[in-house]
């Protein structure tokens, strides 16, 4: 019987070390083709054998959503012009948006479920959500799901 695996989106700080190494040790390697896994291992302070162990089990979020649809669930509070800043930033990395609901706001919070199509020229999701995070009102960007 094979067992298929399972995916999770997970946030920075709540990864162990080791996985987080791994994931500098991959940038270093794309940034620098010619520098090799020992070098790049080195810098970071991780053995080889770990990155080789660990190198097809960590990537990061914007690397696996191209041509994919990723649905956020945004909590903000009832603010004019809060989800026109929010759409703003959608747009500004040219991330297609499929579906949007917003809530009746409730205590002056509603919530937001924003499904977006990311294509090639999309930008860094990553960076997209991390900007939504840091708007003035929201309090809380969970990335509900990716799918094809």
Known sequence: MEMKSKYYVVRDRALPEV??????????????????????????????????????DIAPFADNTKGKTVTLVIQMEDEPGLLSDLLHVVATYRANILTIHQTIPVNG????????????????????????????????????????
Request: hydrophobic content about 40%.
């Open 109 to 148: 919070m509603a919530t937001v479920t924003l499904s977006i199509e990311v294509r090639e020229n999309t930008g860094n999701m990553s960076v997209m959500v991390e900007e939504i995070e840091e708007l003035t009102g929201v309090q809380n960007v969970k990335i509900l799901g990716v799918e094809k």
């Open 19 to 56: 996985l987080l190494k791994v994931a500098k040790v991959k940038r270093l390697l794309d940034a620098d083709k010619a520098m090799t896994v020992q070098e790049a291992s080195e810098r970071v302070g991780l053995s080889r054998s770990s990155f080789y162990k660990y190198k097809d």
